[in-house]
């Protein structure tokens, strides 16, 4: 049978390695003399080799040790009772036998057992959700130190400006304005100007947004042309300075045009200013008709116009800088190819086309606008005679060369311009 | 896995002055383990170190046929003899140890026995890479060293450090080693088995067997690297984890970390025993985050990055560094380390009965 050559060979192995320093061997010897101690051992063999068949693996190795044993010699090398619970779903338990707890007792003081291992599961392998919303939160920590660690060392309060009225696409921009508003990691106060006196549909999109906000009516209501827009939005702007010099309000004070887009990396390099700087704005003059204007990124797949050669692929508005890092001038947007092509009143379906400079591009030490501020340098002129029609914030300053230009001298583009209106007969969705 | 041991005969000649540098920088926290803060000691004027001359079929002989030795995690050893033979501060002295048969020096060896080195190795200090409390290759007096890990591939991986850390759990590597332990169980004593059963759906761990090229960029935007123990209970993911800022997560039992006296591991990095792995995330989750973040200004301690690789050439305050100011915290000697008067040569038959025997 097999089984008793199984347990011949066996019973070889065991004398050869465990009674070769003590016992004769006699058992391989006079295998055919048959006492009753040895039918008795090889009966316990079978036995364990039986039960070590069932369970998998050879814990008769551990009998004879405790049998044959005295001494206390080191357990790392013997096999442990855990049997092998691979992919049961239950937790390791005990065996039922002592054996663990004699172990422990036995060894050197050391956890560690060589040999076979069960592998532990528990009962739902499954995250928690508290557990995920803590693992978050720790996250957001890290990630806080991190900004804290090698962003600014002592951010200032972001002053936003935006010039707004009620019209179609009024909620879309203004949402878009306010979504990147809420992103900014720093303290944000948002000072919004209506034209046409403030309003319930303006103050209702603001108050979702969840940051401080200032909401102030300007009484003129808005032109149907864009000449006329561009003046009172530039009198609504000059109507928020006010409010900051009032109100003594510190911080930076940028300029969000309602449509404009503006990326995160905007709000952390105008930290960098220190009383009056300039950004580069990208401009996507958008043509509504399809034909003519400027492309904006390789995603329009308009290009069924010549190719614009004195263009290039993005107009940028912005400092100029020479090879040292200098501000020596400006960028300006080139209006000539769209000589009188371009739109005139708001819902024309032409090229809107920017100023020469955008408000947007520019941002300031708020204490610039202040009546006394501690170092206001000489070169700002007092903000009470600043006159109404002023093109762009440049004309605050006695001195535009003393313009910091922000984003690596102006070779990052931070934020796009862009002026999208409806048609004079479209109506936004409601609700 | 072999063992790999290393034999110094050092004659040790007492030295004066510790030069200390005072080496402050914003947001990190200096290190100070067991033995006070000793990470930025050096150990110029304190010790000297004689350098046996070796046949060279034990080195560079090795070298010539397998160049892997350069590169993988055991190649401490080959950085370490070359660091020595290169090293201004060590003196060379190519001699024939008088007391045996052949040159007693650099020897690799396989098993923890060592026949008539035994009395050799009963005064000398071991110096290998980390391991296992209660092992019989780790003595009391052992210095362990970190395994080795390529520093100029590290370096030039980095991303910038504002990167955001995204990653909660960080692991690559095998879980179940088929080709050595087909029914599993035995490797890594069943703990990376555990930890891939338990966190495989869990969203926070990112674990998997995969060999990513950008595995040392992943690690940078990891809070926590996993560090299980696999055959042996050290791997060179303890060095990566420290250089890249990545808080190590140490699961294995009884484990002894490389310069434990200079470096407090327990401030570093997190200890979880085999048995709690299935809790890994409730554990990891209910550290409080100031705590985390403590743990991440010490990780950036740039002494602490230097401290783990061996860079070549040798540079202030690596590896080499720590393991000659490791043994120059040794001095001095106590007397049984010295011959005692009268006795002129070592007896080279003590030790087990059985080492007697060939092998």
Redesign the interface.
């Known amino acids: 049978m097999k089984l008793s050559m199984l347990q011949q060979s066996y019973m070889n192995r065991r004398s050869a390695s465990f009674r070769a320093s003590s016992a004769p061997l006699d058992s391989s010897t006079d295998s055919t003399i048959k006492s009753p101690a040895a039918i008795f051992w090889v009966l316990l063999h079978g036995l364990c080799c039986l039960i070590s068949l069932v369970l998998g693996f050879r814990f008769s190795r551990l009998v004879f040790f405790f049998i044959f044993s005295t001494s206390t010699t080191t357990t790392?090398y013997m096999t442990t009772p855990f049997p092998?619970l691979?992919k049961t779903s239950t937790?390791?338990n005990d065996l039922p036998l002592e054996i663990p707890v004699i172990n422990r007792t036995l060894s050197?003081?050391?956890?560690?057992v060589v040999?076979?291992?069960?592998?532990?599961?528990?009962p739902w392998?499954?995250?928690?959700p508290s557990?995920?919303m803590?693992?978050h939160?720790?996250?957001e920590?890290?990630?806080r130190?991190?900004?804290i660690?090698?962003?600014v060392k002592s951010p200032m309060t972001v002053i936003v400006v935006t010039p707004t009225y009620v019209r179609t696409f009024q909620t879309l921009h203004l949402t878009g304005v306010m979504h990147s508003l809420m992103l900014v990691p720093y303290h944000v106060v948002w000072i919004v100007v209506e034209a046409g006196g403030a309003t319930n549909e303006t103050a209702s999109i603001i108050a979702k947004s969840g940051i401080k906000t200032l909401h102030i009516g300007f009484a003129q209501k808005m032109p149907n042309s864009w000449e006329g827009r561009h003046r009172l939005e530039t009198k609504m702007r000059l109507r928020a300075l006010r409010a900051v010099r009032e109100k003594m309000m510190d911080g930076i004070v940028m300029f969000a045009d309602d449509s404009n887009m503006h990326s995160m990396e905007l709000f952390d390099e105008i930290q960098n200013v220190k009383w009056f700087g300039a950004v580069s704005v990208g401009i996507l003059a958008h043509s509504g008709g399809g034909g003519g204007g400027g492309e904006s990124s390789s995603a329009v797949a308009e290009k069924d116009v010549e190719p614009n050669l004195s263009n290039p692929a993005m107009p940028v508005q912005g400092p100029a800088c020479n090879a040292s890092n200098k501000l020596v001038g400006w960028h300006t947007f080139n209006s000539l190819p769209y000589e009188g092509k371009s739109a005139v009143y708001i819902d024309d379906r032409a090229t809107v086309l920017p100023r020469n400079l955008e408000w947007a591009g520019f941002v300031l030490n708020s204490r610039l606008v202040w009546k006394e501020a501690r170092d206001k340098p000489e070169w700002v002129k007092d903000f009470d005679l600043v006159a109404e029609n002023i093109e762009s914030p440049l004309a605050l300053l006695k001195d535009p060369s003393m313009v910091e230009p922000l984003g690596s001298c102006g070779r990052q583009v931070l934020l796009w311009w862009l002026r999208v209106e409806a048609r004079a007969d479209s109506k936004f969705p409601p609700g | 896995m072999r063992v790999c041991l290393w034999v110094f005969v050092v004659v040790i000649v007492f030295g004066f002055g510790d030069g200390k540098h005072a080496y402050q920088r914003l947001r990190t926290e200096r290190i100070s383990g067991s033995a006070g803060d000793v990470l930025e000691d050096d150990p110029v004027g304190r010790l000297k170190v004689y350098v046996y001359e070796l046949p060279s079929k034990y080195n560079k002989k090795l070298l010539q046929k397998d160049p892997r030795c350069l590169t993988h995690m055991f190649a401490a050893e080959i950085f370490m003899h070359r660091f020595l033979l290169s090293s201004p501060k060590v003196l060379i002295t190519s001699l024939l140890c008088p007391m045996t048969s052949e040159p007693a020096s650099t020897i690799r060896k396989r098993k923890p026995s060592s026949g008539a080195f035994f009395p050799l190795l009963q005064r000398a200090t071991l110096v290998q890479t980390f391991g296992q409390r209660n092992h019989v290759c780790l003595n009391e007096g052992s210095i362990t060293i970190p395994p080795y890990a390529p520093p100029q591939k590290m370096q030039a991986r980095q991303i910038p450090l504002d990167t955001p850390r995204s990653i909660f759990v960080y692991f690559r590597g095998l879980f179940y080693d088929v080709n050595n332990d087909p029914e599993g169980g035995y490797y890594a004593r069943g703990a990376r088995a555990a930890v891939w059963e338990n966190f495989k759906n869990n969203p926070l761990f990112d674990i998997s067997t995969d060999h990513p090229a950008t595995y040392y960029e992943d690690m940078q935007r990891a809070i926590f690297c996993l560090c299980p123990l696999g055959w042996a209970p050290w791997s060179p993911r303890l060095v990566e984890a420290v250089v890249f800022g990545c808080i190590p997560v140490i699961i294995a039992d009884d484990i002894v970390l490389p310069f434990a006296d200079a470096i407090p591991w327990e401030e570093i990095g997190v200890f979880v025993a085999e048995e709690d792995v299935p809790d890994l995330d409730t554990i990891l989750t209910s550290i409080p985050s100031e705590v985390i973040l403590r743990k991440q200004r010490l990780l950036a301690n740039p002494s602490m990055k230097r401290a783990m690789l061996f860079p070549q050439p040798a540079q202030p305050g690596d590896a080499f560094h720590q393991i000659l100011n490791g043994l120059a915290r040794k001095l001095p000697h106590d007397r049984t380390a010295y011959l005692k008067p009268g006795q002129k040569v070592l007896n080279w038959t003590t030790g087990p009965v059985g080492d007697l025997k060939p092998w």
Do not use: D, F, T, W
Request: aromatic letters at 0%; a positive charge; charged letters at 25%.
């Open positions: 790392l092998p691979a937790n390791i050197s003081s050391s956890r560690v040999g076979r291992h069960g592998i532990r599961i528990r392998p499954h995250p928690r557990e995920v803590k693992a939160q720790i996250i920590s890290v990630q130190e991190q900004r660690q090698s962003g």
